[in-house]
């Protein structure tokens, strides 16, 4: 059984940075064919694609709205996977959620598809 683990979310200002870390357990992502992706949900708000990594090559993929502040990363020696947020601004408040799916498509952005998910980790922005 996959089990995923977020970490990392916190209260920070307008610009500031923050790093989110999704550890793995039940199996070893590197190199297989699996996707791990960011997603978000503010309140109010449905839950929103952020960014995927596929493990098996590295491919990633962005949303419009973090493109060129977020970078995806992982690290196959801890099974996990990171998201580095620079200039955050107040529209980044949201609990985010790391998610996996068996596949190769990296541009999967839909919710349902995806078969593990985290607790999620609250990251919170203010001016």
């Known amino acids: 059984q996959v089990q995923l683990v977020e970490s990392g979310g916190g209260l920070v200002q307008t610009g500031d940075s923050l790093r989110l870390s999704c550890a793995a357990s039940?199996?070893?992502?590197?190199?297989?064919?699996?996707?791990t992706a960011w997603f978000r949900q503010a309140p109010g708000k449905e839950r929103e694609f952020v960014s995927a990594i596929r493990w098996n090559g590295g491919s990633t993929w962005y949303s419009d709205s973090v493109k060129g502040r977020f970078t995806i990363s992982k690290e196959n020696a801890k099974n996990t996977v990171y998201l580095q947020m620079d200039r955050l601004t107040l529209e980044d408040t949201a609990v985010y959620y790391c998610?996996?799916?068996?596949?190769?498509?990296?541009?999967?952005?839909?919710?349902?598809?995806?078969?593990?998910w985290g607790q999620g980790t609250q990251v919170t922005v203010s001016s």
């Open positions: 998610a996996a799916h068996r596949g190769r498509i990296v541009s999967q952005i839909r919710a349902p598809d995806y078969d593990y």
């Open positions: 039940g199996r070893t992502f590197a190199y297989s064919n699996y996707v």
